[in-house]
């Protein structure tokens, strides 16, 4: 005996005869979709669940797919007491589908269905001899390692004599040893290339470049470009301001040392000027508004400001790299990775000669590939999966089908880089594949999704940042409404205004004091809820609300105020040290 189940619609959008990426908006039901593809898989194309990987970017996320897609299957078993009409899409679960269902279910437990890392290590665990690593190696802690080799090559650059020392120093006289390795680590997780980027070379031309006293003198060709080319008071200033820096300068022109020569351009740069501004800053401003050739000028400070800024700059660039190689020189002598390491050797095995065999092992595994958050991804996971089954030879018949949101890549969570996943997403649907958007988003009320659409349709987000697929609102029944029942207004623009300008400090506080009234407001019975079900309109609860800040400093401020207000609140992921 059959019975029928709901099938979504969304799967007839989706080819399985061809790769595919799926991009998502909040709400609009990416694991929903992505655990029924996993169903469709199983019942409409008959793949064993061992062949269908399924990757994930956290742990959280793959223990809430496999409960889901495990719940779905079972679910599937069972006739529903309202079977879909002839006329609705659905799954017809005969005696076959049952057998594909009890199938699945019975491996269930060895289901490929984990992290992009727990894929990595398993790859690289089964395949020692194909991967050329090791057959005894030991995961280790990727923070400890780095702080092992950071504190090594500090004791190096710390050595009399070394160039390195002085940016050190003064770089420890502002941040303790722990503040300095925190920093440097985060950038040496974050896998890209720092910005701004140190560039010795430039810097020290432009430092060379710049006027000596002699230049600067009665006479100097410096003195009267700067006489004739500038307003009444920055006349006055910058030539003197110019002539402090000029010591360096000669200096370094007859060959001393560069990174002293940048010591005294830090403390130049940090000097305040007329109207409370840094040297650098006055400079960069007048210069830059100038006429040639004191734009040429103007550019040789914005080129130091930029390429040697900051000590942190300096060490991001010559530090930091002797730290990764002493630290990866480390990790290979005595067989350790980590997290990362495990992404970087299985790419590298697999573009390495005969890695064809390892790619061909890995396509006879999985006949399917999905992976979820690819808005989370790298060059090196892309490369991974691009390698094993967007480049699979057409008789493999393998498909690689991509999962996220792009617009959430921008920030950079989880090393996120959005110019990998367009240029992966080009890839798929230039090779052949296809973009099947999600545009029904079933979390939000009608008036916020329309607002969020005028606002990121009005031409403020282009290039990678674009909204080409606005959504529709899936529960147009769910309302937030005010305290005279009627819609509430979605989104409220707060602009500030300071005379005769607007100060950090005090920003912070007004927006501080803004958030908590508001939201004092909102609990009070300023807003309440209708999930649009039956259910009883019910209160705005503390536990509804979500306050997203920019930074750490933010957060805090905006903490001080809704504790002076009364409001409860808590900080997301915030343990006591931090």
């Known amino acids: ?7 979504p619609a969304i799967l007839d959008e989706i080819d399985l005869d061809r790769h595919a990426v799926i991009e998502a908006s909040a709400g609009t039901g990416k694991t929903y979709t992505l655990e029924h593809l996993v169903v469709e898989l199983v019942l409409a194309r008959e793949v064993p669940l061992e062949q269908i990987l399924v990757v994930t970017f956290t742990e ?18 069972e006739p529903r007491a309202e079977s879909p009409d002839e006329a609705e899409p659905a799954w017809v679960v005969d005696e076959a589908a049952r057998r594909r269902l009890g199938d699945a279910l019975a491996v269930f437990d060895r289901a490929p269905i984990s992290t992009i890392h727990a894929f990595c290590q398993r790859v690289l665990t089964e395949s020692a001899f194909d991967c050329a690593r090791l057959l005894r190696q030991e995961q280790v802690e990727s923070r400890e390692v780095f702080g092992e080799a950071f504190r090594q090559e500090l004791r190096v650059a710390l050595a009399p004599g070394a160039a390195l020392a002085p940016v050190l120093q003064r770089a420890l006289a502002q941040w303790d040893v722990q503040r300095l390795e925190d920093s440097l680590y985060r950038w040496y997780a974050e896998r890209g290339t720092p910005e701004p980027r140190f560039d010795r070379a430039r810097a020290e031309d432009a430092l060379k470049r710049l006027p000596t006293r002699l230049e600067l003198g009665p006479g100097g060709f410096a003195r009267r470009a700067l006489e004739t080319g500038l307003s009444r008071n920055p006349k006055k200033e910058i030539p003197g301001m110019l002539a402090e820096l000029a010591p360096a300068v000669e200096a370094l022109r007859a060959d001393g040392d560069f990174f002293s020569a940048l010591l005294a351009f830090w403390d130049w740069a940090q000097r305040r000027a007329p109207g409370k501004r840094s040297y650098l800053q006055y400079c960069r401003h007048y210069l830059g508004r100038a006429k040639a050739p004191l734009t040429a000028l103007g550019d040789l400070i914005e080129t130091l400001g930029r390429c040697a800024g900051s000590p942190l700059t300096v060490l991001l660039g010559e530090m930091l790299p002797h730290i990764a190689l002493r630290l990866s020189g480390r990790k290979s002598e005595r067989g350790h990775f980590d997290f990362d390491d495990m992404l970087r050797m299985l ?38 999966f691009r390698r094993v089954f967007f480049k699979a030879p057409p008789e493999a018949d393998r498909r690689l089908i991509l999962i996220g949101d792009p617009k959430q890549a921008i920030y950079g969570f989880r090393n996120a880089d959005v110019h990998t996943y367009h240029a992966a997403r080009d ?19 009608a008036p916020l999704v329309a607002q969020v659409n005028t606002i990121l349709e009005a031409g403020f987000f282009t290039g990678v940042n674009a909204y080409p697929h606005p959504v529709s609102c899936g529960r147009p029944e769910r309302r937030a409404l005010d305290a005279e029942g009627r819609d509430a207004p ?29 939201i004092q407001r909102l609990l009070d019975g300023g807003l309440r809820l209708d999930d649009g079900e039956g259910a009883e309109v019910r209160p705005l609860a503390p536990s509804d609300v979500h306050v997203l800040c920019r930074s750490k400093r933010d957060a805090e401020a905006v903490g001080a105020a809704l504790a002076e207000a009364g409001v409860p609140h808590a900080h997301f992921k915030q343990d006591r040290k931090s």
């Open 1 to 7: 005996m059959s019975h029928r189940y709901p099938r």
């Open 60 to 77: 959280k996320a793959t223990r809430e797919m496999r409960e889901r897609v495990r719940a779905k299957l079972r679910d599937l078993l």
């Open 347 to 384: 790419r590298d095995a697999l573009f390495a000669p005969g890695g064809e065999a390892l790619a061909q092992d890995l396509r006879r595994r999985y006949r399917v590939a999905l992976v979820d958050e690819f808005q989370d991804t790298d060059r090196v996971q892309w490369d991974i």
């Open 427 to 445: 890839a798929v649907t230039s090779g052949g594949g296809q973009a099947v958007p999600l545009t029904v988003s079933f979390r939000s009320t």
């Open 490 to 518: 979605p989104v409220t623009l707060l602009h500030l205004v300071g005379r005769p300008e607007l100060r950090r400090a005090w920003v912070e506080r007004a927006l501080g004091r803004f958030v908590a009234a508001e």
